[in-house]
Every structure is written in structure tokens, then in C-alpha cells.
């Protein structure tokens, strides 16, 4: 009992107060979205408003029992719940339903559940049970490839739900395997593979292998002349013409046809304006029309008239935009890096890898959805719909992130005791 | 302490976040402050711009009879997201459909869209309308769309008036105007005068969400406009004409056009067998249009324009006019005739012998008209058989043959009058006057329109020029708006004498006491005439006849083509004389002939 007074006191209320704002601005903007006057009471059950708030009052009786839970018991089960939601994720391809395209909910009673959303946090979990072991370093090419094989499992599985959005989440895992001590390779090799990409895109792989082998001659200049240096580069040229070449391959003949047409539409090459560059264009008609202050809560026309499609899920941040302005999107945005900065802080201050590597764990993944979801919207990224986290509508997303970031919480709340 | 070692790493990935939550932030403020043009796209969405269609143009006949005109009938629409439907059976009854055609057509309404309106049910008629608006508010998300229908109040002149279709895709490309769904006149004077009858679009704003949901209209209609009615086409037409036409040609097949000569306007323009115009108009249009295109009489063809005969007898008296005007024969040339036993051409009637051109018109013989056209070939003037022909075959073009009129209804043909060029690949040069003999009496290649052969009785009864047939005499209450070409005079330039001449002998047809009509004379006025028989390969030749009056100064020109019917005495002529008779004097005072007409006509199955 000691120990259960202690835990309430010692919560980080900056983060508990920064997660209660986000929710709520999330609801009020979920009721702006789909706001009818018919069914005008924020309470009213029956719209999604009245859902989320629904929602909201079970995703904080979670965040109680997470708090109530002995810290012990995260480190202990890490695996077994990590199992679990692997189970579940090969269940919901045997059994699942589809929405929009993707296996990837239990329908049960017209509830639904996703249990992708929750293979982010087991994942998190598991991972940082992983690399809290004695034996395990992340020098080591066996840490490593356990560390990987822990996070493409559940990716591999969520894409085979046609969920790509879901799927490209768990990338962000390389962000906390970075943190740890993961090469910085990975990450300017996979920075300069996308520029590539997107290269080849607009200018054809004959321009840019020229302008390879141009910045590569200029290079040379800058560096010692020797045979080494010139077998290197010619290495580098070769390997990174393969790749160049390979583009229209991969872009052609691996991706879905769907997943071509956003990637044009957010590159400029495809307008397309009907069709699936109608939600990103109405999306940025209804963020640019906001202006500096918006129009006003519920005034919003473009999302009061349903023109942004998603608008209450994934286009929620339109919402924000359209009726708050260049200030509401703004502050939103500095709510979620105080957010992050403060989880840092908190991850940094933890005596255990376990805690540490978890609330890495948190904060990429939310990083993620953050960075994915908002450049979506505002025509930065091509569409892959993945929710803002805490706002968007949606009680499997809200349950999963809740019970991340208070799992992290307590384990922060009781770090002096925990091993 | 592993982690220690890697703690430059935290500022790197503060860094990463802080580095994205900028561009966001220079993004937005680009998106939401600078940029402008968003604002006024977010405008255009909400604002949505509903076209108000206009009344499309009544058609009225030459004495402001209504031929065509618009009835309103309504297209059931439903959004399927706002459907709601308590009893299906009540409301598939109300509706007149089965719970199938319920079924598919909500499904189909589904697939293309929960939230836009789909077609349920189309042109409802008013009858029907009224009935079910009453009932209709039980169904929440459908409801109606007013479109107009064309109504005939006679079933007549149904190849004239053309009908009225949706637009396909190719006329849509064509003209960007179009937009699905929209009507367009696909055949007749519906598809020549379309820019006319069609009027203009309006356009009111309203204020919409993405569902189509209509949520008022914009700053109180400040700026939408009104839809411009279309303007009414008047015609030369005489609906008592052209409907006794249509009487007297049930059961034949063929065709009659009459023209008012001073004008070239079309008094009447009849096809046999027909089709009351009325099938080609609303739900019904597409299964009707089927079994009318694959009747075996071809009732959609219309032969008034589109038929072509060659024109036998009635042909001669222009060989006779080429031959006068270029001096190959003149006033007294006789030419002697052995009736049966004529060379090369043989002669049908018995007259006497040698006779000149008039007396040779009016018996029609044939060996006279031979030598005429030797002699017009001969002509030294002419320059050989061969450019003399080519003169002759421009003269006949004069004549309004050979050629179209470009006049105001689609599908008319030009006939065909052969030229130098086509004898000499046909004979590969080597052909004379003797090789193309059957064009001095009108067979042959030659072949002509019932219009053409109407325009020739007009051009003689005018002496010697004519105004393109044409079915409109004004557009909308200005006229400027008809095609130019229709009032341009066309000259024969035959000298006025030369037709006086063939005029007198025309007139002997009716009065003369040897004339081939002199049957059908009628006491009121004088009528002038010629009939032909078309020689026809396939059957019974084909019955021809002309004939213009009053004779002086004629007021009507007419041809008429009875297929299959023999000699064109029997039944074109008697034909032609009863529709001139109820133009000029008003009514019919000869029952029994027109009694005789209708009911004795043999059967063309039995022949």
C-alpha cells in the first residue's frame, strides 16, 4: 500500500497534463468534424463524439490499472504478452475483417479491435526486455539480427494485413536501436536511399546516375588520389547505380498501384485531383483556408461539409487547422515536441535498460505516427493512414497509446525500485 | 552503465524531432499565412454550381399549329445513404416496379455512390408524378428531378421532326456544352436546328457539403442566372397537308414532297411506311427504336430524301429544255417514231408520226427524246459527244440534281447524274452517244429524290429557277437566324420560253383530251403535270408523278413515288391531284377517289 500512495506523487504530471490536453483536443475536434446538428450535444452517444468520450473514460480506468500494476510484471511477461500479440496478429489474418482494404480488425459485437495497434507496444516491450539482458550488445551481429527479427515479426505480419501503414511504423524501432548504440548507418544510408528514390522519380535513372558519377569525379578531388580511394568510389558509384537502376523496378512491379499513385500525387508528377490526391489536395485547402487565427470552432466549413475524407481519423489535424489556424496547429505541434523532449528526459533518467530502452520505444512510435500523420496531411508525405496519436478518433489507437505511455509512466513513477 | 557511451545520442535524435516539428511549423505558416489561393479554393468547394436547364423550343407548322412541344416528366432520384424504406412491397407498388428491379437498381444506386443521387426511376409522366409526390415523403432520401419530354399532339412528320436522345460520349467530346445526362436532338430538324431549340443553360449557386447535401443558396441568388429558353423553329409546313399525305400513303410504300415554288419552303414531306413519333420518346425510346430498325418495311429510312428512283418520263422534259437552250433541236424539229418497232429505243404509246417536243412530252416518246439527246451530244457547239456530255451532266446539276440541297433535315442524298469521267472508266474511253442512250429517257445510271423530282416541277413552274428545298421558314422571331443558303435563288438559265413550252405541255397531261391524268382534274384550277414510271429490276416498276399549280402562277409543287406500283398514272398522279386540290382550295370534294385510294391499293405481300 506503501508503494500505491507513492506512485501518484511521484507521476510526471507534465507529461499526464500534456496527454489529458492532446485527448481533449482531440475530442473537441472530433466533434467539429463530424459535427451534426441533429445530434448537436457533445454527450450524444450515438456520433463519434459521444464514442471518443467513451473512449477517453476507458483509456483512463487503463492508465489506473497500469498504474496499479506492479512494475515487475512488464519485465517478467514482456515475452509472453509479446506472444500473445503475435498470436493475435496471425489470428486476425485467419479471422479477421476487412476495412478499407485491410484484414486487420476482430469484430466482436460491433466492437472493434486492432491488434496491430497493440503489437507496437508488446514490440516496445519486448525489445527492451531483449537488450536488458547482461549478454546482449548491440556491437554484436547476433543482438542485432534477435533485436530486428523481434521488430520485423510484427511488421512482416501487419503487412501481410495489407496494412502498410501500420507496418511502417515499426521502423521507427531503428530510431531506439540508434539510441542504444546501432550504427548511424543505417540511418544516412536509408536517408540517402530515399533522396535516390525520389530522384529517380522525377529525372529517370539515366540523369541521376550521371549526376552520381559527376558529384563522385568531384569528390575525388577532395580527397587522397590513390588506387584505394579510386576502387572505393568506383564501388560506390557501381553499387549506387544498381539501386538507381532497380527504382522503377521496385516502383513498377512491388508496389500496389494505389501506393504509386500517392507517391506521384505527393511528389507533383500525378494530380489527380478525384481521385487520390483528392484527400491530400482537400486536406490542404482545409489547413490553408484556417488562416493565421481559423475560422472559429465549429465554423469550419471544408470539414463541417465532409469534404476531407478520414477527417475525424487520420485527416483529424485538418480539424485543428481549418478552425484554429496557423496558432492552433502550432501550439498543437509544440504540445507533442514538449511531449517528446520531456519522454527523453524521462528515458534518459532511468537506471534500468529495461525502462530506458522501453521509453525509447514510446517515443519513436509516437514520433512516428506524429511526424507521418501531420506531413501527411499537409502534403509533406504521401498518404499512409496512420492516426495522430491521442487525437484522432478511434479507441483501439487511443487504448494502445495510453497504455504505452503509462506503462512508461509507472516505470518511470517507481524507477528507484525497479532493477 | 552500457547506455552512458551513447549519450551524445540523445541530442542527435532531440535534434531529429525538434529539426521536424520546424518544418512543420514553416510548412503551416506557408499553408495558412502566405499562401492565399487556398482560401479561395476552400470558396469553390462549398459553393456548388447547379445547372438549371431550359425548356427546349417548340416547332409550329407554317399557320402556328404546334407540332412538337414539352411535357414535364420526372426522373425519381435517391441518394441511398438517406434511403429509408419501412415497407418495400408498398413502395415498389406505388412505384410500378417489381422488388427485383427494387433490388438491382438500389444496389446499382450504391455502387455509384452512397452520398450523390443516382436515377431510380426515370421520366415519370405528370399523371403518375402526382400520385407518388403525395406518398413520397414516407421515403426519406429520394426525390424528384423535373426534365421535359418532347409530345407530338399528331402523330405525323415523325422523319421532320427528328427525336430527342441523351448525349453519348462522342457528341459530348464534340461539343464540351454537353454534359451527361443532357438531351441533344439526334435526328430531323431536332439535330439540324439543336443550337436553336436547345437554349441555354443556367446556373444557380448553391451551398453544398460533400454529400450534395444542398445547404441554401448562395448570397440569395445574387449570382446564379436564369436558364434561357430555347427558340422555336416555324416551318413552311402545312399540317392539314402533310397529314392527308400521310393518310393517303397507309399501306404504300414511297413518298411525297410538296414545295411552295416562290420559296423553296416544304409543304409537305411524307415517307411510307412511317412511324407515329410519339414511340421515340421516354422510357420506351431505345426498345421502340430497335423495332423500328429492324422492320423489314425499313420504316426509318425516309425515302422522301433518302430514296432514290431513276426518274423515267418525268425526265424527259429537261433533255427537252438542254436541247432547246443549246439549239439542238428547236421549237419545230420533228422526229418521226415507229412506235413498237423503234430503234434503238422503242416507243410504249401511239401517237402520231413525226411529232415535235411539245406533243412529243406529252405522249412521251421515247425515240424523240433519243435524237434529242444525240443531237444535244452532236451539238457542234459542244465540242464531241464526250465534253458535250460533261456540259449536260452541269446543266442537270443546275436542275437541282446530282447534288445535295443541303437542306435542314440529315440523311439526304445527292441521286446520281453520271459525268464524262465515270463513262470513261466504265468503258475505259471508249463510249458514244448509242453507249449511254438510256439517259434521254431517264433510266440508266441516273437517279434522283422524290425531293429532287418535286424541286424540278418547281423549277418549271417558276420558268426556270428555284430556292433550295427547305423545311424552316424562320428561327426564334427573328429570321436572320436560317441558313443562308435557303434564300439564295438558283437560276436553270433556260430561257423563259423554252419552259412556257414545256409548262403547255405538262398542262395537256391534265386537260388534254390524250392526257395520262386528265382523270384527276379538278374544275377550281389548272394543274400541270408528267408522269413516269421507273423502271425497277427487283418488281413492279416504280409509280411516278409531278405536277405544279395553280399553273400561271403556282402556289404548290409536287412529286409523288408509289413503290411497286406500275403506271404512274394510277396512283401518283391521282395522289397528287387530291393534295393539291385540298392546298389550293382548302378541302376535298372527291371522296370516292380518295375512298378508291386507301382501300384499293393491292397488298404488296401478294404481289
Known sequence: MRENKSIFSQIEFPVLLLYLTLTLIGWLSIYAAVYDEDHSSIFDISQRYGKQLLWIGLALVLGLFVMLTDTRFFNGFAFAIYGITILMLIAVLLFGSTTAGSKSWFEIGGFKLQPAEFAKFSTGLALAAFLNRLDTHLEQTRTLLISIGIIALPSLLTLAQYDTGSALVFGAFVLVLYREGLSAWPLILGSIAVVLFILVLYFGPLYVIIGLAVVLAGSFFFMRRNVQNILRLLAVFAVSSLFVISVNFVFDNVLEPHQRTRINVLLGLDEDLRGAGYNVHQSKIAIGSGGFLGKGFLQGTQTKFNFVPEQSTDFIFCTVGEEWGFLGTTIVIGLYIMLFLRLIRMAERQRAIFNRVYGYSVIAVMFFHFAINIAMTIGLAPVIGIPLPFVSYGGSSLWAFTLMLFVFLKLDANRTYSS | ?607
Not at chain 2, 418532347?150 to 464540351?176: C, F, Q, T, W
Not at chain 2, 411539245?358 to 464526250?386: D, M, V, Y
Not at chain 2, 439564295?488 to 433556260?494: C, L, P, V, W
Open chain 2, 1 to 607: 552503465m552500457e547506455g552512458k557511451k551513447f549519450n551524445e545520442r540523445r541530442q542527435i535524435i532531440t535534434l531529429i524531432i525538434l529539426i521536424i516539428g520546424g518544418i512543420f511549423i514553416i510548412r503551416l505558416f506557408f499553408l495558412q499565412v502566405i499562401n492565399q489561393s487556398y482560401k479561395l479554393s476552400s470558396q469553390n468547394n462549398v459553393l456548388r454550381f447547379v445547372t438549371q436547364y431550359p425548356a427546349r423550343g417548340t416547332i409550329f407548322d407554317r399557320n402556328g399549329e404546334l407540332l412538337v412541344y414539352n411535357e414535364a416528366a420526372y426522373d425519381l432520384l435517391v441518394i441511398p445513404r438517406q434511403a429509408k424504406i419501412d415497407d418495400t412491397l408498398a413502395f415498389c407498388r406505388l412505384l410500378k416496379i417489381d422488388i427485383t428491379t427494387f433490388r438491382e437498381r438500389l444496389a446499382a444506386a450504391r455502387k455509384y455512390s452512397r452520398f450523390r443521387p443516382s436515377v431510380f426511376v426515370e421520366q415519370i409522366s405528370k399523371e403518375d408524378y402526382g400520385f407518388i409526390i403525395e406518398k413520397l415523403y414516407h421515403y426519406p432520401g429520394f426525390f424528384f428531378q423535373a426534365r421535359t419530354l418532347r409530345k407530338y399532339p399528331r402523330p405525323i412528320a415523325s422523319h421532320v421532326l427528328g427525336d430527342v436522345g441523351e448525349v453519348n460520349n462522342a457528341e459530348m467530346e464534340r461539343d464540351p456544352i454537353y454534359k451527361m445526362g443532357d438531351y441533344i436532338g439526334k435526328s430531323g430538324l431536332e439535330k439540324f436546328y439543336e443550337k436553336a431549340l436547345r437554349g441555354h443553360k443556367g446556373m444557380k449557386i448553391m451551398m453544398v457539403d460533400v454529400h450534395n447535401r444542398e445547404k441554401g443558396s448562395y448570397q440569395n441568388g445574387l449570382y446564379d442566372t436564369l436558364p434561357v429558353t430555347g427558340k422555336n423553329v416555324y416551318l413552311g409546313m402545312d399540317v392539314r397537308l402533310q397529314e392527308y399525305g400521310e393518310k393517303l400513303m397507309v399501306n404504300k410504300t414511297g413518298s411525297i414532297v410538296a414545295i411552295d415554288p416562290a420559296t423553296g419552303e416544304i409543304l409537305a414531306l411524307v415517307t411510307s411506311p412511317n412511324y407515329d413519333p410519339n414511340l421515340l420518346v421516354g422510357r420506351a425510346r431505345g426498345k421502340n427504336f430497335n423495332e423500328l430498325l429492324n422492320h423489314p418495311q425499313k420504316p426509318l429510312i425516309n425515302r422522301a430524301i433518302g430514296g432514290t428512283y431513276p426518274p423515267g418520263s418525268t425526265f424527259k422534259m429537261i433533255n427537252g429544255l438542254v436541247a432547246l437552250q443549246t439549239g439542238s433541236i428547236d421549237e419545230g424539229t420533228r422526229f418521226s417514231c415507229q412506235g413498237k418497232g423503234s430503234s434503238p429505243i422503242k416507243c410504249t404509246h401511239s401517237h402520231v408520226t413525226p411529232l415535235s417536243v411539245q406533243p412529243a412530252i406529252e405522249n412521251s416518246c421515247n425515240p424523240f427524246f433519243w435524237n434529242t439527246f444525240r443531237n444535244i451530244l452532236n451539238n457542234p457547239n459542244l465540242h464531241g459527244q464526250k465534253k458535250a456530255l460533261q456540259y449536260w451532266h452541269d446543266k442537270m446539276l443546275d436542275f437541282g440534281l446530282g447534288k445535295r440541297f443541303k437542306t435542314d433535315i440529315p440523311f439526304e442524298v445527292p441521286g446520281n447524274i453520271p459525268d464524262r469521267d465515270f463513262y470513261d472508266k466504265v468503258y475505259s474511253g471508249s463510249w458514244n452517244a448509242m453507249t449511254v442512250r438510256s439517259l434521254s429517257i431517264g433510266q440508266g445510271e441516273i437517279l434522283v429524290t422524290p425531293l429532287q423530282l418535286a424541286n424540278l416541277a418547281a423549277i418549271i413552274g417558276n420558268e426556270g429557277y428555284y430556292y433550295p428545298p427547305h423545311l424552316a421558314r424562320s428561327i426564334g422571331e427573328e429570321n436572320d437566324t436560317l441558313p443562308s443558303h435557303f434564300t439564295q435563288r438558283h437560276e436553270t438559265n433556260i430561257d423563259r420560253r423554252y419552259f412556257r413550252l414545256v409548262k403547255d405541255a405538262m398542262l395537256d397531261v391534265f386537260e388534254g383530251g390524250g392526257g395520262t391524268a386528265r382523270r384527276f382534274k379538278v374544275k377550281e384550277f389548272q394543274a400541270a403535270g408528267k408522269t413516269g414510271t421507273a423502271e425497277n429490276p427487283h418488281g413492279k416498276d416504280h409509280s411516278l408523278f409531278m405536277a405544279f399549280a395553280p399553273v400561271d402562277k403556282p402556289t404548290i409543287a409536287i412529286a409523288v413515288v408509289v413503290e411497286n406500283a406500275g403506271f404512274g398514272s394510277t396512283w401518283a398522279a391521282p395522289i397528287a391531284s387530291l393534295l393539291m386540290e385540298l392546298y389550293i382550295t382548302g378541302e376535298v370534294k372527291r371522296p370516292e377517289l380518295e375512298k378508291f385510294l386507301l382501300e384499293n391499293f393491292p397488298d404488296p405481300v401478294e404481289q
